[in-house]
């Protein structure tokens, strides 16, 4: 049962990489902010083509940060995966140094 376990946490390992994530964060003390921005036009049928680009901006830029936090999350995920089966090697191999 212990290699069963084993082979199935490997293949699950098979493919990942750990490559640390660069840029912002949308993250904060109390959760996920939803998306703002004060470059939203009033009335987007009159807004001049600078509100549209700035609103456009902002929008570009909550993506790209949130992007990088499904990163940061997948990156944490893939740590808690691989200490758990350094654990299981560990723990098969009776090897405890």
Request: hydrophobic residues 35%; glycine residues 6%; charged residues 25%.
């Amino acid at each position: 049962m212990k290699k069963v376990l084993l082979i199935a946490l490997f293949t699950v390992m098979a493919g990942t990489s750990h490559a640390m994530v660069l840029g912002g964060s949308n993250l904060d003390i109390f959760g996920y902010p939803e998306f703002k921005s004060y470059n939203a036009p009033y009335n987007p049928a009159t807004a001049s083509s600078y509100e549209m680009q700035s609103y456009r901006d902002d929008v570009e830029k909550y993506i790209k940060d949130a992007n990088s936090d499904i990163e940061r999350i997948q990156e944490a995920k893939q740590k808690a995966i691989s200490d758990y089966n350094r654990a299981v090697r560990q723990y098969n191999s009776g090897s405890y140094y």
